[in-house]
């Protein structure tokens, strides 16, 4: 027994390291695929935007006589020095619409979404003199495209704006204690997350408020980011809200687009846990071939083992093709009938199926598919061994281990 045990654990050895390749060249092969896809799907779709608060500032014009050497002669000159001060918007009213697109490349899902964006800004003058005031806007990325882009003051449109250094500036002139609203519209394309970021450091806000409607339910916000006032559910998916009267604050709004379960990344996380599932498997098979007295050769176990390393690899090319739903359950079947066609032969067909075939099923199958449970996969799996060890312990605690190694040698 002690020399089948050995076969075993060397074979056992070898498949896991075929195991540590394959999800190491999985692992490789998906970031190398990322480093240049992200960049294409980027120059398609577009990059993560981040939409700046505009900046605001009115400028005076003071003239001065000033004294300066010309010559030789002492020359005295008139100057006009300008001033710039910035101010805080009075009001921001600002509406978005998220629509999300995941979109596959090779291993990797990207979540791609469209957003419509509206803001209404109001500037007031509260000073006691006509003043000439700058609004710039910035736009979230220059590499981002902007359909039916709207820039209008006191609801005229300015149809001659130029970005320039991805930004536009316009200045008009607000009278002594009144104001002006700017409109700022446009469509673009983005990916991963979206941001509205107030300025950089802390910000003073006023008046400000940003409703935020999305198509999907599984909304989800980054770590540095403030979370919505108000938030209530929709057919689509969910209104949320970010309204405040009077704040402070050195923290953004951001929001991150659910993501899809990416195919490479799964295959990799599966196959580098894979010699535990066959542990398990193995552990148990030798239990209940003792204890039935099923004779099975270390060269059937090879075969076995082969069989489960034919899941991975059907896998991991598979889902290049194919949804990683399709492709596990693909591969599940042909591994599963593999395993359970050979063993008929080996043992007979009703422990080909019943101890075979469930064993098999569950610590390949179920125990690749607890990888979708983000968050419990590593509680299951714990839960999953327990569960093998109390069966085995319940199963074995009445044999004489020294008698059965001795009556099998």
């Not at 981002?144 to 008009?172: C, H, M, Q, W």
């Not at 673009?188 to 400000?208: L, P, T």
Request: net charge neutral; glycine share 6%.
């Amino acid at each position: 027994m002690q020399k089948r045990i050995l076969a075993v654990v060397l074979i056992f050895i070898c498949t896991s390291i075929a195991w540590f390749i394959l999800g190491g060249a999985t692992t490789a092969r998906t970031h190398t695929q990322d480093m240049k896809l992200r960049s294409e799907v980027g120059q398609l779709w577009g990059t993560e935007q981040k939409q700046n608060a505009p900046h605001v500032w009115y400028r005076t014009y003071e003239e001065k006589r000033v004294k300066t050497i010309r010559d030789d002669e002492t020359v005295e000159e008139t100057r006009t020095i300008t001033k710039d001060f910035p101010i805080d918007i009075e009001s921001s009213d600002i509406s978005v619409d998220i629509a999300l697109q995941h979109r596959k490349k090779g291993l990797l899902w990207y979540a791609t979404y469209t957003i419509s964006y509206h803001a209404l800004y109001r500037i007031q003058n509260r000073t006691e003199n006509n003043l000439e005031y700058f609004f710039t806007y910035e736009f979230p990325t220059e590499n981002g495209v902007y359909d039916n882009f709207l820039f209008a003051v006191a609801g005229v449109r300015k149809p001659e704006t130029k970005p320039v250094a991805g930004a536009i500036t316009e200045s008009f002139t607000i009278a002594a204690g009144e104001g002006k609203s700017v409109e700022i519209a446009y469509v673009s394309q983005g990916m991963d997350e979206w941001w509205y970021v107030f300025g950089a450091g802390v910000s003073h806000i006023r008046n400000f408020r940003l409703s935020m409607d999305t198509d999907f339910s599984d909304i989800d916000f980054p770590e540095t980011s403030m979370a919505p006032t108000s938030k209530q559910k929709t057919d689509k998916g969910w209104q949320l809200t970010w309204e405040y009267d009077d704040l402070i604050s050195g923290i953004q709004l951001g929001m991150v687009m659910p993501q899809r379960v990416n195919p490479g990344p799964f295959v990799s996380r599966v196959t580098f846990f894979a010699p535990v599932a066959l542990f398990l498997f193995l552990f148990l098979m030798f239990i209940i071939t003792t204890l039935k007295q099923v004779r099975i050769h270390p060269m059937n176990y090879f075969f076995i083992c082969a069989a489960f390393f034919s899941f991975h690899l059907l896998m991991a090319y598979l889902s290049d093709h194919v949804d990683i739903h399709v492709a596990l359950i693909i591969s599940s079947a042909v591994s599963i009938f593999l395993i359970v066609t050979y063993m008929r032969l080996v043992t007979g067909m009703r422990f080909a199926l019943v101890e075979t075939g469930i064993s098999q099923f569950v610590y390949l199958v179920f125990f690749s598919f607890t990888f979708f449970l983000e968050g419990y996969t590593g509680l299951v799996i714990t839960v999953l061994c327990i569960i093998t060890l109390f069966i085995v312990m319940q199963m074995t605690g009445r044999i004489d281990w020294g008698k059965q190694f001795a009556k099998e040698k």
